[in-house]
């Protein structure tokens, strides 16, 4: 009975990940696909009511026996449904995973695309920098030079005087 007990378990532990799952992305279903979800919830709620309480007999191993059965007899009634549902379901995941990767695409592209209008704005304001830099660059120089100049005619005039 124990290995019963495991299995009747793990089934119930199976449909409970499940349902957390699909619970966990519910709020972006279509109103439509809610209303499907939550027919589809009161039919597992029976399949994991049965579950329970085939757990929960373990001194009557034939109700035990007879709730699991009935428990998959109420699963066979959704089976289709379910599997139809939770399809729909993962390919809508699907698609949205497609839909962001094209987004993020159309934002790579729109960066693209910014950084070319920037690029022009930038090459301006660096040319117009870089000739600003040369220009400081060559009054430095001038500066420097006058400054050498004028310190070597203190030494020619020094030179003129001795």
Not at 53 to 80: C, H, P, R, Y
Not at 104 to 132: G, I, N, P, R, V
Not at 144 to 160: A, P, V
């Amino acid at each position: 009975m124990a290995d019963f007990k495991e299995i009747v378990e793990k089934s119930k532990k199976a449909l409970d990940k499940l349902e957390e799952k699909v619970e966990d992305i519910s709020e972006d279903f279509t109103d439509e696909a809610k209303e499907l979800w939550g027919d589809l919830k009161k039919k597992f709620s029976g399949v994991s009511e049965k579950l329970k309480e085939g757990i929960g007999s373990e001194t009557d191993e034939l109700k035990a026996n007879l709730d699991v059965l009935e428990a998959k007899q109420k699963l066979q009634d959704i089976k289709e449904s379910a599997e139809e549902f939770t399809k729909k379901i993962a390919a809508k995941a699907e698609e949205e995973l497609d839909i962001a990767a094209l987004r993020a695409h159309l934002a790579k592209m729109e960066a693209e695309d910014l950084w070319e209008e920037k690029k022009k704005e930038l090459s301006y304001e660096f040319q117009e920098s870089q000739h600003k830099v040369k220009k400081m660059a060559q009054e430095a120089a001038e500066e420097i030079e006058e400054y050498f100049t004028s310190l070597m005619k203190n030494f020619t005039d020094e030179g003129k005087k001795a």
